[in-house]
């Protein structure tokens, strides 16, 4: 059994100009990625992106995937961040928005344009952590079912039910806050 | 849509797609000299290896009639470069293309018991301590205090030291060497900021003027910055020489997330360097408000215990506030690196290395977490409880240690590289009224290798 990763061909991202190249086609999606799952405040989701790319920069060398899956590697990265930044503070559970953000507005509620879109931030953290993750990465990130499935690891089938049952439960959620 | 109409799927889809957060202007200042960038970039890859042993070679330097003759030729504090680029020797060159990580052949280690003294100050297998005869001195604990550092630094330097009247705020005290040959004095000191992210702060000192030193640490005549330490002129320079990846020269960078206070006192030198304190962003007048607090009243001290960085179980139970387990055997030459509070969590975290390991916090090893079993948060109990009914090889004494199955990522992280994971032996069981947790990464330059039985042995010699 070998410990270590044999060093094998020249990760694509090695090269400062390669993994720059990679920071600016990725700075948003990640950003957005780490905002989703975490709700915020605006300041922690960019803390936590920049240890994704800092973290990403020092494990470039075992990168070995082509240019192109960069991007599901460094959301891996991030993932496991925000895992690891909730166990260090419990006190603010994972996907739950800022509550002293709901006392005046924050910059990331001023960017939201409707008072839609800020109620339906405040359901998404109502949803499961996976439910969530599929959202961000189908309509945050743009991505295609396929490369959802492929990201979670599931059938795009599943996935497609999932999405399906969470738009849902989302609608249901929004009556619910209506009639309340 | 109205405010207040009730969006039905397709609607809730089209506001989730229209929702457009943006960061904002804090990411791009703290990337801005990320390591990524040509001169960081350069600089992480072969100047600090450079910086070290060409550091040792002005401090050899320094010692000889030669070296300081050159010292003195200069006007500055600092020695000025003739250039903005220097090229790189041939043997700089292979220096430069020394690779970080280096791939070692696996072995089984061997199991024995638990050394009294931390490998935190054993850097390349070499003691940068020596026990002095200090009261009390000779205590493990005792010798990593600054009383016993200072002293022992004096006694090797021989010269009464200025130094921090205590820890601030941001930088704790971490260690003091005395270098008998060129009469200098170290005090090094240490920032965490709250992803772990460490940054250095060095104060050192000597008699006479400032070492000679080489073509990398000089400064251009540009970039010196007058300033005062109360009455006394000093200099502050922010930058220095890196190598951008595929050249041959060394250039100047500003942007060098380093800088570096120097002055005089009648015949005493001082020199503060800080590094990589992105996130704290000190400045000349923070420097110069450090130099200036510095003072030799010694029984002034105020010390804090770094909740990131302590030495002893006995200082992380005073911290923590609850009784910890220490384990009473660990793999061979292994030795206590690390305890870590994180008081949000409760969680105390143990990393043992390898005597002779660069101290790298978080690097990999043997890590064990200790949490009291009523702060356990519910994303952890149900997996050990999922772990409990798989009934794997419980031990004595009503305590459980089961082996989790191997992991399902190739590979892992930490604050510092990647390391490959098959699979990693951990262990988790509950003891003493805490759920401990046990890991060991394998790290670059050992290469030792746990198994099942490895662990269960660590483990069953924990009290």
């Given at each position: 059994m070998n410990l270590f990763r044999p060093f094998q061909n020249p990760s694509p991202i090695a090269s400062p100009a390669a993994f720059s190249a990679l920071y600016e086609r990725n700075r948003l999606p990640v950003f957005r990625y780490i905002y989703g799952l975490t709700g915020g405040p605006q300041d922690d989701v960019e803390d936590l992106t920049a240890e994704t790319f800092m973290r990403a920069w020092k494990a470039r060398?075992?990168?070995?995937?082509?240019?192109?899956a960069a991007t599901g590697w460094l959301i891996r990265i991030a993932r496991r961040l925000v895992i690891d930044d909730y166990r260090r503070r419990k006190a603010r559970p994972v996907?739950?928005?800022?509550?002293?953000g709901s006392a005046a507005a924050t910059p990331e509620q001023n960017a939201l344009d409707s008072e839609q879109q800020q109620r339906l931030l405040a359901l998404l953290a109502e949803l499961t952590d996976e439910q969530r993750e599929m959202l961000v990465l189908r309509y945050w990130l743009g991505w295609r079912v396929s490369a959802v499935a492929a990201q979670l690891g599931m059938t795009e089938n599943n996935v497609s039910v999932t999405i399906h049952r969470t738009l849902a439960r989302l609608r249901q959620s929004w009556t619910q806050s209506q009639e309340n | 849509m109205s405010p207040n109409a009730i969006p039905n799927e397709e609607q809730i889809e089209a506001l989730l797609s229209e929702v457009r957060l943006e960061p904002g202007a804090k990411l791009e200042r703290r990337l801005r000299s990320a390591p990524w960038t040509p001169q960081a970039a350069a600089r992480r890859r072969g100047v600090a290896v450079l910086s070290i042993a060409l550091l040792a070679l002005a401090l050899l330097m320094a010692g000889t009639p030669l070296g300081r003759a050159w010292a003195e030729q200069f006007f500055h504090f600092f020695p000025t470069a003739t250039s903005n680029s220097f090229p790189l020797s041939t043997q700089e060159m292979e220096m430069a293309a020394v690779p970080g990580q280096s791939v070692q052949p696996i072995f089984d280690v061997k199991i024995a018991p638990v050394s009294p003294w931390a490998s935190r100050n054993l850097i390349g297998g070499q003691a940068m301590i020596t026990p002095v005869p200090l009261a009390g001195c000779d205590d493990p604990i005792l010798a990593y205090q600054f009383a016993c550092q200072a002293a022992n630094a004096e006694a090797l330097a021989g010269f009464q030291a200025k130094h921090l009247p205590g820890d601030t705020n941001d930088w704790f005290f971490k260690g003091a060497w005395g270098i008998q040959e060129t009469q200098e004095i170290w005090f090094s000191y240490q920032a965490v900021s709250f992803l772990g992210t460490h940054a250095n702060l060095t104060i050192s000192q000597g008699v006479g003027d400032f070492p000679a030193e080489d073509k990398w640490s000089a400064v251009p005549e540009s970039a010196i910055k007058s300033v005062h330490v109360g009455d006394y002129p000093a200099e502050y320079v922010q930058g220095g020489f890196v190598v951008f990846s595929g050249t041959t020269a060394a250039v100047w960078s500003s942007d060098d997330l380093s800088q570096r206070l120097r002055w005089k006192e009648g015949q005493r030198w001082f020199e503060i360097d800080e590094e990589n304190a992105y996130w704290l962003k000190p400045g000349v007048a923070d420097l110069v408000a450090l130099a200036k607090s510095m003072t030799y009243e010694r029984g002034a001290y105020q010390q804090r215990v770094n909740p990131n960085d302590m030495t002893s179980f006995k200082d992380a139970e005073t911290v923590t506030g609850f009784d910890l387990l220490e384990p009473g055997?660990?793999?061979?030459?292994?030795?206590?690196?690390n305890l870590r509070y994180d008081a949000k969590a409760q969680e105390l975290r143990a990393q043992y290395l390898f005597k002779g390991a660069l101290y790298l916090p978080h690097a990999g090893g043997l890590v064990v977490t200790e949490t009291p079993l009523g702060a356990v948060s519910p994303d952890r109990l149900p997996e050990a409880h999922l772990l409990d009914a798989t009934g794997r090889s419980p031990l004595g004494d009503g305590i459980g240690i089961y082996m989790l199955a191997p992991s399902k990522e190739p590979w892992t992280m930490d604050d510092s590289f990647t390391v490959w994971k098959p699979d990693v032996p951990q262990l988790i069981w509950k003891q003493g009224g805490l759920l401990v947790e046990m890991y060991y990464y394998a790290v670059p330059d050992y290469g030792g290798r746990l198994n099942e039985s490895d662990m269960l042995t660590i483990a069953k010699s924990f009290k």
């Open positions: 060398q075992h990168f070995d995937g082509e240019a192109d996907g739950k928005p800022d509550e002293a | 055997l660990l793999p061979e030459d292994f030795h206590l690196a």
